[in-house]
Nanobody
Framework: QVQLVESGGGLVQAGGSLRLSCAAS????????MGWFRQAPGKERVIVAG????????YYRESVKGRFLMSRDNNKNTVYLQMNSLKPEDTAVYYC?????????????????WGQGTQVTVSS
């Protein structure tokens, strides 16, 4: 089992930036995929970005490409989501998640450990 603790959410004006962090513990961090998901009120939870166990492969949903950057530091057991040029439509609760049985996955069903979530609010 993997334990995940997120930090870094908050309120920001449109065009601003935030960096989310997610610290993991419990299993060898460098062996599994990580993802950032978000859920807006009344909407389903969707993947925002994913990264492979080594960090060599990343994925971004179309609406955040060129604005968000996901990275991981396997020495610090931490993943990050740098969010730039934020838009009001980015407002959501953001969750980091671990797919402990996969080196890389974009399928939400593969993610079996979840952080508590952190609120990101972008004002217009």
């Amino acid at each position: 089992q993997v334990q995940l603790v997120e930090s870094g959410g908050g309120l920001v004006q449109a065009g601003g930036s935030l960096r989310l962090s997610c610290a993991a513990s419990g299993r060898a961090f460098s062996t599994y995929a990580m993802g950032w998901f978000r859920q807006a009120p009344g909407k389903e939870r969707v993947i925002v970005a994913g990264i492979s166990s080594s960090g060599g492969t990343t994925y971004y949903r179309e609406s955040v490409k060129g604005r968000f950057l996901m990275s991981r530091d396997n020495n610090k057991n931490t993943v990050y989501l740098q969010m730039n040029s934020l838009k009001p439509e980015d407002t959501a609760v953001y969750y980091c998640a671990a797919a402990a049985n996969y080196g890389y996955s974009l399928a939400i069903r593969d993610y079996d450990s979840w952080g508590q979530g952190t609120q990101v609010t972008v004002s217009s």
